[in-house]
Structure formats: structure tokens, C-alpha cells
Nanobody, 120 residues
């Protein structure tokens, strides 16, 4: 199964912003889509998810109020707007379908992700 492609990461200073994109090539986005991240030496963790067509969203407590997830189904693209970035947000960010209304990824395979580095 072709994996979505993440992009938009980079190096940013504390308090800065980035907008990540996830493009599903060759297939449509799943009803529930989410962002996950993995910091060095840590397990991958849930960040945010969004449903379709209701566009219901939910977030990890660590990013609530700072990150905003959105999707454009016509473009087969999902976004993560990240504001007020902190050093602890440094990680590789991935997108994946989500199991129903949960924090768990649906697919075992992951894309290459996009690196976000927040410098203090």
C-alpha cells in the first residue's frame, strides 16, 4: 500500500511556527487521519487526529492549544499547523490513518516522515 508523503518540517526557533502537509498519492484519505511523532530515543506518540466528513478533531494534551489539524479531501491532503513551538516538539512527524476515534494508527507501515527541530 502506497504511503502518504509528509513534508514541511525544518529548523525553527522556540516560539516559531511550521505547517506540515501529508499528501495521499494514489488513494483517498481515510475517514480518520492523524499525525504522530517520534523523538530520538522515544516511542512514536499520537499528536492529533481529524475525522471526515464531520471534521471532528482531537489532540494530545501536550500540543492542545498550539497545534491545529486540518484536511482538504479534494486535494487528498492533511495539514498540521504548529505554533508556539517548544524544544520538546523536536521529532520526526508522520501521518497515518487512525483506528476509528482513537489514538492508534491503522496501518503498520509508515512513510519517511518530516523532521521538525526546535532550537532554544
Amino acid at each position: 500500500q502506497e504511503q502518504p508523503v509528509e513534508s514541511g518540517g525544518g529548523l525553527v526557533q522556540v516560539g516559531g511556527s511550521l505547517r506540515l502537509s501529508c499528501v495521499a498519492s494514489g488513494r483517498t484519505l481515510s475517514s480518520y487521519m492523524g499525525w504522530f511523532r517520534q523523538a530520538p530515543g522515544k516511542e512514536r506518540e499520537f499528536v492529533a487526529a481529524i475525522s471526515w466528513p464531520a471534521r471532528s478533531t482531537y489532540y494530545a494534551d501536550s500540543v492542545k492549544g498550539r497545534f491545529t489539524i486540518a484536511r482538504d479531501n479534494a486535494m487528498n491532503t492533511m495539514y498540521l499547523q504548529m505554533n508556539s513551538l517548544k524544544p520538546e516538539d523536536t521529532a520526526v512527524y508522520y501521518c497515518n490513518a487512525v483506528r476509528g476515534n482513537t489514538n492508534y494508527a491503522l496501518h503498520d507501515a509508515w512513510g519517511q516522515g518530516t523532521q521538525v527541530t526546535v532550537s532554544s
